[in-house]
């Protein structure tokens, strides 16, 4: 088995180091690929400190991937060599189950192979994008636009596609109103996605310091949670909550439309309770999604290709692999603008 040159974390909550890490076999259905761009996910920094559940290690997190192919398999018919190409949060799926039979292979029942800290089904270990080469199959593979600009397009691969997907699926369009609930890396591109499909959009948030932000990115206004549960009754169509924190859910509730919709993408640790009356008296719904399948996750490549929609983000260089423990400090701090990637050039 080949290597490649990475940066890994030995054991949970250990720092960053560089070091070699193995790189699947070019078989007949797969792409290799020079990684150029990988995005840092608040969900890497949980895994490499073992915050979720028990991982593996040493790991190499990473799962918005943008790079270059450099060769393919003798049956990969859809990408060639020179491709700008882009791999997300999972690398396989059955391909059997009723999910995946749908093409819906984020939800497959099997479970599918996470692009790193997982397991392929022969057993081998997944490694992700902190490294500057992957191999993985054509069907996982994503054809990134020419005209977006290469480094910013990496967060797309999971924070884009997870707030997109469910404003797609709910129907997000012009005459409608959405709430977006936090602009951070996930808000804040789906206040670009929801201002592009037609939406009236507004940011419900704690913190003016970002209401310019928010109306740069296209929301009509930035609403303060405090202040809007009394004066914005019956008023959304749609909330998206991108947060990670405890909810007044019975409020949020309020604030729907007669068959409104409210629809969470961020998961906080603590179960949330609501009464079943802030349901039932208005034909309102509590819903949830997960990224976005493969189908989904092109889909919305392509609409950031016809709208040029990319992520905010700060660049990495990681010549010193403390830079990434550093990111990940500011990243739990809540100190970026939006999302942090790194140059996979530096590793």
Same mark, same amino acid.
């Given at each position: 088995m080949s290597k490649t040159h990475a940066l890994i974390v030995s054991a949970?909550?250990?720092?960053?180091?560089?070091?070699?890490? $193995?790189?699947?076999?070019?078989?007949?259905?797969? &792409?290799?690929?020079?990684?150029?761009?990988?995005?840092?996910?608040?969900?890497?920094?949980?895994?490499?400190?073992?915050?979720?559940?028990?991982?593996?290690?040493?790991m190499v997190p990473g799962h918005e991937i943008v790079g270059e192919?450099?060769?393919?398999?003798?049956? &990969?018919?859809?990408?060639?060599?020179?491709?700008?190409?882009? &791999?997300g949060t999972f690398v396989d799926s059955c391909g059997t189950c009723e999910p995946c039979k749908q093409g819906m292979e984020n939800y497959c029942r099997t479970g599918n192979v996470q692009t790193y800290n997982g397991r392929h089904y022969d057993g081998e270990e997944s490694y992700g994008g902190y490294a500057k080469d992957v191999v993985v199959k054509e069907a996982f593979v994503l054809r990134v636009p020419e005209n977006l600009d290469y480094a910013a397009t990496a967060p797309l691969l999971c924070a884009g596609v997870t707030v997109y997907s469910p404003l797609k699926h709910w129907k997000v369009g012009p005459g409608m109103k959405v709430g977006i609930m936090g602009l951070g890396g996930l808000g804040h591109m789906a206040v670009k996605f929801a201002a592009a499909m037609g939406a009236e959009t507004y940011v419900l948030g704690h913190s003016l310091s970002k209401a310019q932000d928010a109306k740069d990115f296209g929301a009509k206004d930035y609403l303060m949670t405090t202040e809007i549960f009394e004066t914005h009754k019956d008023f959304f169509d749609v909330i998206l909550n991108t947060t990670s924190t405890d909810l007044d859910l019975d409020s949020l509730l309020g604030m729907l439309?007669?068959?409104?919709?409210?629809?969470?993408?961020?998961?906080? $640790?603590?179960?949330?309770?609501?009464?079943?009356?802030? &349901?039932?008296?208005?034909?309102?719904?509590?819903?949830?999604?997960?990224?976005?399948?493969?189908?989904?996750?092109?889909?919305?490549?392509?609409?950031?290709?016809?709208?040029?929609?990319?992520?905010?983000?700060?660049m990495v260089d990681a010549s010193d692999p403390k830079t990434i423990d550093n990111a990940y400090a500011r990243v739990v701090d809540s100190d970026i603008r939006y999302r942090f990637v790194i140059d996979a050039s530096t590793i």
């Open positions: 949970p909550g250990a720092a960053f180091e560089k070091a070699e890490m $193995p790189v699947r076999e070019l078989t007949a259905d797969a &792409v290799a690929i020079s990684i150029k761009y990988s995005g840092i996910c608040h969900s890497d920094i949980h895994q490499a400190r073992d915050e979720w559940f028990e991982g593996i290690f040493p192919v450099t060769a393919v398999g003798d049956a &990969v018919t859809k990408f060639k060599v020179g491709d700008r190409v882009g &791999v439309k007669v068959g409104g919709t409210f629809v969470t993408v961020g998961i906080s $640790p603590n179960k949330q309770e609501f009464h079943p009356f802030s &349901v039932v008296t208005g034909l309102r719904s509590i819903a949830g999604a997960n990224t976005g399948s493969i189908a989904a996750t092109q889909d919305m490549l392509d609409f950031c290709g016809e709208h040029n929609i990319v992520s905010t983000i700060e």
